[in-house]
């Protein structure tokens, strides 16, 4: 009972982190209908500049407190994360807005190779590595035995959750969230009323990044290591949990990522983890059979 009660909690902490990148996806595709396929590695670029900032305070200021490091590199990440979601969005997607449906998928793909590429040119193909932070673990008596819940899992938990549920608070009962789901409705008749939709677009990309900023600090965290190519298994797993979820539900993109996380570590614990990305697919492919808006989607309706 107690390795089942450990495996629920790495879990759980897996899937916050899925979650998290899950809700740019989400927030993206449900306002213009597209998948930002380079919301990935915009996750790993996130990753990388919490790695450096961190190290940047640390050892070269020499800031021991390990709370305010955390939380300059948390502020200082989401503002430089968010001015790439800025820029991909203006690069990227707005130029083909009235294109054919491929042009910005293709689009997003290529921004997705280039800052694969510009990391790896900058940062070298080697795994960047920290040492351990947020190491204090609680240790719960559980039956006979016991589990350990780590500091840093906790913190990633909670912060998912926070994060949750100020951005359901920002979306249902503020104008930039009234804003978002009007153009999420119908984004011509939303301008005819006087949103500024191109504006609109930009902040809920500059939102998705900055969550994307969030999970890279976190994986950060919890890891201690970084790799150039971090933006690509990550990346999916985040899509299908939004897919698994119900693509444009906010929580439903949570909800996708903690099923995807549990579903990998218990697969990992009690089988061979050679296929655990294997279930994870089964199960999205089985849920799309009979549901296929998702957990918590909602059936498109067309517009006549």
């Not at 153009?183 to 006087?194: H, I, T, V, Y």
């Not at 994307?212 to 933006?231: H, K």
Request: aromatic share 10%; glycine share 12%.
């Amino acid at each position: 009972m107690d390795y089942f009660i450990q495996q629920l909690i790495n879990g759980l902490t897996l899937g916050s982190i899925y979650g998290l990148i899950a809700i740019g996806y989400t927030m993206v595709y449900g306002i213009i209908g597209m998948v930002n396929f380079a919301h990935g590695d915009v996750f790993m670029l996130a990753a990388f500049i919490a790695l450096i900032l961190f190290l940047a305070l640390t050892q070269l200021l020499g800031i021991g407190s390990l709370g305010l490091a955390l939380l300059i590199v948390l502020v200082l990440g989401m503002a430089l994360t968010s001015l790439w979601g800025w820029v991909i969005e203006r690069l990227a997607y707005r130029p083909l807005r009235g294109s054919f449906r491929l042009a910005p998928m293709i689009s997003a793909i290529g921004m997705s190779i280039f800052l694969s590429n510009f990391v790896q040119l900058v940062q070298g193909p080697r795994n960047k590595t920290l040492e351990p932070i947020l190491s204090n673990v609680i240790v719960l008596p559980v039956g006979q035995g016991s589990v350990t819940l780590a500091e840093k899992q906790l913190v990633i938990m909670l912060v998912t959750a926070l994060l949750l549920g100020v951005l359901w608070y920002v979306v249902r009962h503020t104008p930039l969230g009234r804003a978002q789901r009007a153009c999420e409705q119908d984004r011509k008749m939303a301008s005819l009323l006087g949103v500024d939709v191109d504006r609109t677009i930009s902040i809920t990309f500059i939102m998705g990044a900055a969550l994307a900023s969030v999970a890279g600090l976190l994986w950060m965290t919890y890891y201690g290591v970084v790799s150039f190519n971090d933006g690509f298994v990550p990346g999916v797993k985040a899509f299908t949990a939004a897919v698994l979820g119900g693509i444009g539900s906010l929580p439903g993109a949570v909800l996708g990522g903690l099923l995807i996380g549990l579903i990998e570590t218990f697969w990992s614990a009690y089988f061979t983890i050679d296929y655990k990305d294997v279930a994870a697919f089964s199960i999205l492919a089985i849920v799309l059979i009979f549901m296929p808006s998702g957990l918590l989607g909602r059936p498109d309706v067309e517009k006549v």
